[in-house]
């Protein structure tokens, strides 16, 4: 007698794999995988404050570079005006001076030929000149910038003759935290910087 065939049998699929009805392949995935694909609340609060904490780390020590790199820049064109100075008295046969001015809103230096108070400057890093006088460079330091500028001289004057200053004077330029550099020029023109307490590094510290 010849057998009726059967039906082959098949197991149910699993009910984590079974597509739900009126779903189309191609963009159905079993909830498992998309748990998987996303990120929880909790997931997105962990990251968001472990970013917080790294920034609030950073952000300050960030601040603390730049504004240590604004020192050294600002004292480094200060050191070369101070040297341009010297060599444009020798080179010229005439007296250049430095001038540096306190004023109410910060400070400013001027470098520049002719008579003592032929020019003055600005915190804006402008100069003012008399007729016939010539200013080579001048900047300002204005008391809401990072860098301050003051000295114990107002006035420095290289002579033409030998490069010589008279008088001798340091020029200090400092941060609100305190670090410092300063340019110590003696009576033979020459420049030597330092930093109190060695607090900018690659400096000796000022005795």
Partial sequence: MPRTPTAAHTSPAPAAARRPSGTSAPGWRPAARRRA??????????????TSVALGVTLPDLGQTLARRHLEGQAAQLATDLRLARSLAVSQGVSVRLRVQQLADGACYVLHDGAAGACSCSTDGQAQCQP??????????????????????SQMVFSGLHGTTSPGGTLRLTLADGSAIHHVVGIVGRVRSCSPGARVPGLAACS
């Fill in 37 to 50: 694909l996303g990120l929880s609340l909790v997931d997105v609060v962990v990251a968001t404050a472990v």
């Fill in 132 to 153: 016939g006088t010539l200013a080579w460079r001048s900047a300002g330091f204005p008391a809401t910038g990072r860098v301050q500028l003051a000295g114990n001289v």
